[in-house]
């Protein structure tokens, strides 16, 4: 049953890889991206709930936080076109 559900989300994530690569805005393709690294923790979870090791938690707990924050950067530089906090016009 648990490989079951393992290949629904390795299904779910392929289909999130094909929405990245076809998305016709930049904004759908960080989203897919976002799918896809949500897609991947479940995956994590489900590799150590089989494998028996619950650690793996920690390790999907680590890389939803990477996946979060990555998206957050890659938004707030497709927005303002750097990560800096100045506006365009000052000095610093």
Known sequence: MLAVATGAVL???????VRAWAGPTVFD???ALN???TKTVLLIAVIGFL???????????VYAL???IGVIAVLRFSKYGHFGDHDEGETI
């Open 51 to 61: 494998s028996g090791r619950p650690d793996f938690l920690d390790l999907a707990l």
């Open 11 to 17: 299904l779910a994530m392929g289909l999130a890889l």
């Open 66 to 68: 990477m996946n979060f």
């Open 35 to 37: 799918a896809f690294g």
């Open 29 to 31: 393709r960080i989203l």
